[in-house]
């Protein structure tokens, strides 16, 4: 096998902070996922002599390969310009374009060169996602408990990236960064322990919002990106003077976008008020978060441009705004007491978790019991999470959760014992829902809990909306280590570097290095 790097990047969720996360003072709780979008880098052969033309040395050819997709393969050249120029040209004629593909990849070439490495090799590159971040084949369950449909790992989706319907897990974020990092590391043949040095993984999130933003042709709030390389975390977003000057430039040379974006710019130095935060967040133990895609869509682009309009014309607005703010923030105090709680008396959290998860959250009676609680305090600042933004979408004239989602929630919460709650992600709409419940069970996601078997078969019975509860896999999971008090959380982690083979079927679904990266081209 030729050289191979594999970095893979997971997905979000986020819980609490849509539409106040985009603005830098205000924290955003955010869940990294277990599904994650994986990159394969190799190098490819480079023939002795250009395709079209017998006299010159041949530019380099990278060919980017989505296996799941229908006609989802992109050939560039890679054309050094004069001035510290690295031009990337799409060679196929009439080929699909790519827009996150190629600025990530022109980004993650430009900043190697400036940095030493420039590309020696042609390049063969397979981007693939877990199921999970796209929908899969609709249908009902094959049992009353609401078992999902499962395909096989990487599954063929038998359409085109176009058409496809996806699950708002952010696919395009975790996609870009996987490939800004896969493709960084190839080239600068970093070790596994460089690749997650604190310094490379924040030149990696740099130059991925740089290609995300240039994709999408705007700076978003970053959260999902974020997410990929950190994992979950309290989000405080970077100001958006950190790419603005370089998305302004058609096209940046090599040297000018390594100086904008590396960790020691003035702009991105952690001292900075201008280059944002990160903060540790995750769920406590016992707590399992469920996720169902809503099969219909946003429109969100339109969904946050009404609602800064209305923030920017309301004169009450502010009121509203700081009250989720609040809320938000106590939403991530509270989990993190629960945290400290479960390390400090461990058997009481889990007596108590057990406890409750029998019962409807309705009956959680106040107490003194430390858990009961904090879980009670957790209960009511999502709901007033929840009450809050849907009063913002009513003010903006927006469904941030809209009354199908609303009262599909409610029967989950109402009907099943051990919810502690549940919400829209981000800037909400039709795209998807979260429910956390208490995990009994103490098998750390090995089994499904009854609220979750609840809750799938509910999901399933829905006639408002088309729901399909997100595979086993999508579980996030919090739990103890098996041999210490020591909390384990598989959602903590984002970017990560494997071993091809250790990827179950990963290497199946990948193209085979030795394919021409000529074939078909004139």
């Excluded at 996150?100 to 430009?110: R, T």
């Amino acid at each position: 096998m030729s050289r191979c790097t594999t970095v893979s990047c997971p997905g979000k969720v986020l819980i609490a902070g849509g539409y106040l996360v985009l603005e830098p003072e205000n924290g955003g709780l955010v869940v990294a996922t277990a599904s994650r979008f994986y990159t394969v880098v190799r190098d490819a052969s480079t023939p002795s002599a250009s395709p079209t033309s017998s006299s010159s040395a041949p530019e380099l050819r990278i060919k980017v390969n989505s296996p799941q997709f229908v006609e989802a393969t992109w050939i560039y050249e890679a054309r050094v310009q004069p001035k510290e120029g690295l031009d990337l040209v799409q060679v196929q004629d009439g080929a699909s374009k790519n827009p996150f593909v190629q600025e990530a990849l022109e980004a993650a070439l430009k900043v190697s060169t400036a940095m030493g490495k420039p590309p020696g090799n042609n390049l063969l590159i397979d981007i693939v996602g877990d199921n999970d971040f796209y929908s899969q084949e609709r249908g009902k369950p094959s049992s009353s408990s609401g078992v999902p449909f499962n395909p096989p790992p990487f599954a063929h989706l038998n359409t085109t990236l176009a058409k496809v319907h996806k699950t708002g897990l952010g696919s395009s974020a975790a996609m870009v960064t996987s490939l800004v990092a896969g493709v960084l590391l190839h080239l600068s043949g970093a070790s596994q322990q460089e690749a997650l040095d604190q310094k490379t993984l924040r030149l990696f999130h740099n130059v991925a919002q740089y290609a995300h933003s240039r994709a999408q042709g705007k700076v978003g709030s970053g959260f999902d990106v974020s997410a990929a390389i950190f994992g979950s975390q309290v989000y405080y977003r970077f100001a958006p003077e950190c790419l603005q000057k370089l998305l302004d430039q058609a096209n940046p040379s090599t040297s000018s976008l390594l100086a904008g974006l590396s960790p020691s710019s003035p702009l991105w130095k952690t001292s900075s008020r201008t280059a944002g935060r990160v903060e540790p967040f995750s769920l406590p133990p016992m707590l399992t978060m469920l996720l169902a895609d809503v099969y219909a869509g946003s429109n969100t682009p339109s969904m946050v441009k009404n609602v800064l309009k209305w923030k920017a014309s309301d004169n009450d607005s502010d009121v509203l705004w700081s009250q989720v703010r609040d809320a938000n923030l106590h939403l991530g105090e509270v989990f993190n007491r629960l945290q400290q709680e479960a390390v400090k008396n461990k058997q009481q959290y889990v007596e108590c978790i057990k406890r409750l998860a029998s019962m409807n959250s309705a009956e959680w009676t106040v107490s003194e019991e430390p858990t009961q609680s904090l879980l009670i305090e957790a209960r009511d600042t999502i709901q007033l999470i929840r009450q809050g933004m849907k009063a913002m979408g009513t003010a903006a004239d927006v469904p941030i959760e809209p009354d199908e989602q609303t009262r599909l929630i409610d029967r989950c919460i109402s009907r099943c014992n051990g919810v502690l709650g549940g919400g829209v992600p981000g800037a909400g709409g039709y795209d998807a829902l979260w429910v956390i419940v208490l995990d009994a069970t103490e098998s750390n996601g090995a089994e499904a809990t009854p609220a979750e078997s609840q809750l799938r078969s509910l999901w399933h019975e829905s006639t408002e909306m088309s729901v399909r509860p997100l595979s086993s896999k999508a579980r996030i999971v919090a739990g103890f280590a098996e041999t210490t008090d020591t909390i384990t959380n598989e959602n903590l982690s984002g970017l990560r570097v494997h071993d091809l083979r250790d990827v179950t079927r990963l290497q199946d679904v990948v193209q085979d290095a030795s394919v021409s990266l000529y074939t078909g081209l004139p």
